[in-house]
């Protein structure tokens, strides 16, 4: 029974750098994410991380884009964010979808109406819409090409598979994350007991009533989003940017509850170079969102009932 | 690893982690020497370390941390601090669960990032020890790191989970590993005890096809000869544990062995106006370039690479192992995600329905004799079927058990496993990267195994005398062509004869057969559309899992060649004989110019050999065939 591995082909140094390696992986992932659900979906939060990864959806698939995008719209994102949706789904023709939990807002249980605490609106607005949307069981809007507006879709089909942008250095729980990662119906995740995962062979089948989230971004940092930005030269939302105020966002979110950090960096290779500097080094990229903060174990809390 | 003081995972804040891992909060002071985002991108070095629980794994992680200043300022004061208040003895091992574990009480981390770095690089410990699910969470670690660090402890020795960690570090094919004799303190320091183990050691090693860098004696809770060498083991002059470490080399890829590509979809976007149609997927192992000409396993179609296709850069010439590739193809061929390209004119793989398998079991269901599983290899994906275990291994004595029908969690096996329909793979000894596969079991990846060997699907079935014994052919058209006299007809019906044992599906072809429904051709369209429908009808039998033995008309190459791109496995049998003996046997007035096949799969010269002789051949090398 021993194994011989003398005869092997010995590995030696490629010609692909670091963003290169990182490229290819996360294209191989969302290529293995689409030929393993029929039901698939990509999640678009309209952020760097989310919007490298439509990127890679396009390397992946020689410029076309097979799946639909979906985005949580909680009604309180920063209009340009949902400006640049638009924009960038009309261009790149993309299928994109929104939902929202039309219930919270007409009762008006969300932070800004003063109604419920950040997470809770959080809860509301972001997980529980999420799931509705992902389930089916809430209206799904699709972009209309033809029509330029944003109409009722008929696929009400529950999305087996979701594409997320989670990156394992962003945050404490999202280092714990598999690249194929099953979730229950219900949305929740078992920390404790994840499934295995090697050799390039992923938790891709899953039983009736659950589904499976993808991360092809697992292995990037902060600063490999924003160098294959530069790289590829993939349009951003300006609010990134340093406009004249000398503040700009680092990651972005509800208005209500995001704050600008202060900075002066007006362009992705400013930002390159701030980050390079280690000015951010002991500073959270998402401590400007508010609700990280309340409470301890908070995010990780979220992210067991599905929050992205 | 050591249960932490409780009031460590009940401290009040949240624990961040920074770009490299390490936990911060945004009131603290700055991380000792360690800079998130350091100036210049260096490689990081994915580690992971194994060995028997409490031998000091934890230790020397914190050990590590602590030694290279990697952890951030003040916490080494604050968990000494604490367990001075607690009055529990401070132990390095709860550093390690401070840092994944602030928070939430009891959970084990699985794949939690722990960095530390040296003056050379940046190293990340792909799996921090933990009790729960430990394999599960090792084999994730180290089927993704580029060296081990196998720690086992000088008061105990080799225990269970040494040799059960190494076998796996070797089946995983991990090969850079450093052993590290923990615990020196406890057989004070002593030379001769190190050298026994390392003897020892050095012995079980090579039995499980493991050389390692080094053998250190260390003292993990002191430090000696992780960081600094040790001043109480002089006679040590071997490299510490961190010189060990940064003289590996980073992996890299398979760059120089021959051309794999598991096809992981062929894509066409006609909706959106691009014509294209591409073959994708992520080279393996090699490289392809524009020209070249490509075998697709198990259909064995072929066909040139027209163009190589990428988004938003200039199309490549070539593409090699690591990169995931798109090719477009010069001849219209049928392929489909699960078969794999190869180069022409480099060692193929093997494609077959049955194998034998070494694999390890990480699922709470054992694996049982008789039951059926998904195989996962590459992108091909197979129900298989339980056959046999040959042995398991003894992990407490690397001894095997010969007689078991099941194969518990955390165990090793050989086994044999027969396939729904034959895949293509290379054997673990040939190239380690396409031998791979796992088994899923209730949509879980429950076990990993690496192929070593293809086995005939080929069973003689023994008749009364032994001599007659019936063959079992395995789904696939046998394409017998030849010039008119060759002998094609009598070899077919031998064959047929042959194979018909019970249960074999065999469906013969031959103009007999087809009779009036497919009449004899007059002129050359006309047969070329009748060898073409037979092909498909021939096809279509295969694909239902008949052997179809075909023995028509088929002088022409081109046509032949239609028929092979349908068939999932087309074996292309050439009969010639002299002139003179086609003269003697031909009928008269049958004057078809034959264009013989340009790579049959095999060649027989019927003017030379009996039928049975000639039928024989056949027979031995379909058998030989379904082992490749
Ligand atoms: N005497 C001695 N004890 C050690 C040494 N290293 C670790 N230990 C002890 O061995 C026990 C198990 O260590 P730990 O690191 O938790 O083991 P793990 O289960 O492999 O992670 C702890 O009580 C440690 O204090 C050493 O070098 N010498």
């Known amino acids: ?308 | 690893m050591s249960a932490a003081p409780g009031s460590l995972s009940t401290a009040p804040r949240p624990v961040r982690l920074d770009e490299e891992g390490l936990p911060f909060e945004s009131d603290a002071t700055s991380g000792a020497g360690v800079a998130p985002h350091a100036a210049e991108i260096e490689a990081r070095m994915g580690i992971v370390i194994v060995g028997h629980v409490d031998h000091g794994k934890s230790t020397i992680i914190g050990r590590l941390l602590a030694d290279t200043g990697s952890l951030p300022e003040g916490k080494l004061e604050q968990i000494k601090d604490l367990c001075a208040r607690t009055s529990k003895p401070f132990e390095y091992a709860f550093l390690l669960d401070a840092l994944k574990d602030e928070r939430a009480q009891g959970i084990t981390i699985d794949a939690a990032r722990v960095f530390f770095r040296t003056p050379k690089r940046r190293y990340l410990i792909l799996d921090a020890p933990g009790h729960v699910e430990f394999l599960k969470n090792m084999v994730t670690g180290a089927a993704r790191a580029e060296a081990a660090l196998l720690v086992l402890d000088a008061g105990e020795g080799i225990q269970e989970n040494t040799r059960r960690h190494a076998y796996l570090l070797s089946m995983l094919g991990v090969r850079q590993i450093a052993v590290l004799v923990n615990k020196m303190d406890l057989v004070g320091g002593s030379q001769a005890a190190f050298d026994a183990f390392a003897r020892d050691l050095t012995a079980f090693l090579g039995s499980v096809g493991l050389e390692p860098a080094a053998i250190i004696p260390v003292t993990g809770r002191d430090g000696d000869n992780l960081a600094t060498r040790s001043a109480t083991m002089a006679w040590y002059t071997g490299p510490t544990v961190l010189e060990t470490l940064d003289a590996f080399r980073s992996q890299g890829e398979a760059v120089d062995g021959p051309f794999r590509m598991p096809v992981q979809a062929v894509f066409k976007f006609t909706n959106d106006g691009d014509d294209r149609r591409i073959v994708a997927g992520t080279v393996e192992s090699g490289r392809v370039r524009v020209g070249d000409e490509v075998v697709f396993h198990p259909s064995g179609k072929r066909a040139r690479v027209k163009s190589l296709e990428g988004f938003n850069r200039v199309a490549p010439s070539d593409v090699e192992a690591g990169e995931s590739a798109g090719f477009t193809l010069a001849q219209q061929i049928y392929v489909t995600r699960g078969e794999v390209a190869t180069l022409v004119h480099e060692p193929q793989p093997v494609s077959a329905t049955r194998l034998r398998a070494s694999v390890f079991w990480l699922g709470q269901r054992p694996l049982e004799v008789g039951r059926s599983y998904t195989l996962k290899l590459g992108t091909a994906r197979v129900s298989v079927h339980l056959e046999h275990i040959e042995r398991v291994l003894d992990a407490s004595t690397l001894e095997a058990v010969t007689d078991r029908t099941a194969v518990v969690r955390n165990e090793v096996a050989d086994c044999v496993l027969r396939l729904r329909h034959p895949i293509a793979f290379d054997r673990a000894a040939d190239l380690a990267a396409t031998s791979r596969f796992v088994l899923v079991d209730h949509f879980s990846i429950s076990g990993g195994g690496v192929v070593r060997d293809a086995l005939p699907s080929l069973e003689p079935r023994h008749g009364a005398d032994g001599a007659d014994a019936a063959v079992a052919l395995r789904p696939a058209v046998l394409w017998l062509t030849g010039q008119s006299g060759t002998g094609k007809s009598s070899l077919a019906r031998w064959l047929a004869a042959r194979a018909a044992g019970d249960g074999a599906r065999v469906e013969l072809i031959d103009d007999d057969a087809v009779g009036e429904l497919f009449p004899a051709p007059a002129t050359r369209a006309e047969r070329d559309l009748r060898v073409r429908r037979l092909a498909w009808l021939a096809s279509r039998l295969e694909a239902h899992g008949a052997a179809v033995i075909v023995a028509v008309g088929s002088p022409d190459e081109e046509a032949r060649r239609y028929a092979r791109e349908l068939a999932a496995d087309f074996v292309e049998i050439h009969l010639h004989a002299e002139p003179d003996v086609i003269a003697r046997r031909a009928v008269a007035g049958v004057a078809d110019p034959y264009e013989p096949p340009v790579q049959p799969e095999l060649a027989l010269d019927t003017g030379r050999l009996t039928i049975d002789d000639a039928g024989a051949q056949v027979l031995a090398w379909l058998e030989e065939w379904s082992t490749r």
């Open chain 1, 1 to 308: 029974m021993t194994p011989t591995l003398a005869t092997q082909p010995q590995p030696r140094a490629s010609r692909m750098d670091h963003l290169d390696r990182l490229e290819h992986r996360s294209v191989h992932l969302l290529r293995e994410a689409y030929a393993s659900f029929p039901q698939l979906a990509m999640l678009w939060s309209i952020g760097k991380d989310s919007t490298v990864l439509l990127w890679l959806a396009r390397k992946a698939f020689f410029g076309h884009v097979p799946m639909p995008l979906v985005h949580i719209d909680t009604s309180f994102k920063i209009p340009e964010m949902i400006r640049y949706r638009d924009r960038l789904a009309a261009e790149w023709r993309l299928t994109v979808i929104y939902g929202q939990n039309e219930e919270a807002l007409a009762a008006k249980q969300t932070f800004p109406d003063g109604n419920v605490d950040r997470l809770t609106c959080c809860g509301l607005l972001k997980t529980e819409a999420l799931r509705r949307t992902l389930s089916g069981e809430g209206t799904r809007y699709r972009f209309d090409h033809t029509l330029g507006r944003y109409v009722v879709d008929t696929n009400r089909e529950p999305y087996t598979g979701v594409i997320v942008g989670a990156r394992a250095d962003e945050e404490g729980s999202r280092s714990k994350e598999r690249y194929f990662s099953p979730r229950s119906g219900e949305n929740n995740w078992n920390i404790a007991d994840q499934p295995p995962e090697f050799w390039n062979q992923y938790a891709t089948e899953f039983a009736p009533g659950t589904h499976v989230r993808i991360h092809p971004l697992l292995d990037w940092t902060e600063l490999d989003i924003w160098e294959y930005i530069e790289r590829e030269r993939i349009p951003t939302v300006a609010l990134y940017y340093d406009q004249g105020t000398g503040e700009r966002y680092r990651s972005l979110g509800c208005y209500p509850c995001t704050k600008a950090v202060t900075s002066d960096a007006k362009n992705v290779q400013e930002i390159i170079v701030e980050l390079k500097s280690g000015r951010f080094a002991n500073i959270a990229e998402r401590s400007g969102r508010a609700q990280d903060k309340d409470d301890g174990g908070g995010l990780e809390a979220l992210r067991r009932e599905g929050y992205m």
